[in-house]
T-cell receptor
Framework: AQTVTQSQPEMSVQEAETVTLSCTYD???????LFWYKQPPSRQMILVIR??????QNATENRFSVNFQKAAKSFSLKISDSQLGDTAMYFC????????????FGKGTKLTVNP | EPEVTQTPSHQVTQMGQEVILRCVPI?????FYWYRQILGQKVEFLVS????????KSEIFDDQFSVERPDGSNFTLKIRSTKLEDSAMYFC???????????FGEGSRLTVL
């Protein structure tokens, strides 16, 4: 079975600074997807960034980038130039590439961006 | 922008009562899901639904749970006889393709007394 661990329950960062959220996972699969989802207060979860395990290049979406270390089973999220609107719960999630459609989530990291 | 909508946003029920949670997925999506999050715990997969049948379910999704898409738009989760431990936030999600981006609703909070 797959597991996803987010070791930082809460983090805070000053506006315009950079913050890195950690995520590790455990799997015996070779091919899979990794995701970061963001859930702002009282809003739905939205996809921030997605990484295919077969791709060595780290995914990037504007101010959001990941550091994907397949051998170490690590998938951290870096948020550059943090904005007040980045305040949210961030969930790391895993999905097998085949044989299952389910997302396996970590417990989440509550990020607060301070003015 | 299209959204997944869920109703009710909060439901309080007595133990043993039936509950139906409703979801309207995005209209051109083909895959539908229910997840739940018990307070303080991880978001957990319950069930996936494609082509009018369950494609995968977790061990949580026992005989007390059922899903259906009766009219091609609503996607419902029914809990036949609620237990205290069913208290949770229930999230509906949909996507156009497996491994694509999941679009989540805002959730329905169920409180079982």
């Amino acid at each position: 079975a797959q597991t996803v661990t987010q070791s930082q329950p809460e983090m805070s960062v000053q506006e315009a600074e950079t913050v890195t959220l950690s995520c590790t996972y455990d799997t015996s699969e070779s091919n899979y997807y990794l995701f970061w989802y963001k859930q702002p207060p009282s809003r739905q979860m939205i996809l921030v960034i997605r990484q295919e395990a077969y791709k060595q290049q780290n995914a990037t979406e504007n101010r959001f980038s990941v550091n994907f270390q397949k051998a170490a089973k690590s998938f951290s999220l870096k948020i550059s130039d943090s904005q007040l609107g980045d305040t949210a719960m961030y969930f790391c999630a895993f999905m097998k590439q085949s044989g299952s459609e389910k997302l396996v989530f970590g417990k989440g990291t509550k990020l607060t961006v301070n003015p | 922008e299209p959204e997944v909508t869920q109703t009710p946003s909060h439901q309080v029920t007595q133990m043993g009562q039936e509950v139906i949670l409703r979801c309207v997925p995005i209209s051109n999506h083909l895959y539908f899901y229910w997840y739940r999050q018990i307070l303080g715990q991880k978001v957990e997969f319950l069930v996936s639904f494609y082509n009018n049948e369950i494609s995968e379910k977790s061990e949580i999704f026992d005989d007390q749970f059922s899903v259906e898409r009766p009219d091609g738009s609503n996607f419902t989760l029914k809990i036949r006889s609620t237990k205290l431990e069913d208290s949770a936030m229930y999230f509906c999600a949909s996507t156009r393709e497996v491994s694509g981006e999941l679009f989540f609703g805002e959730g329905s909070r169920l409180t079982v007394l």
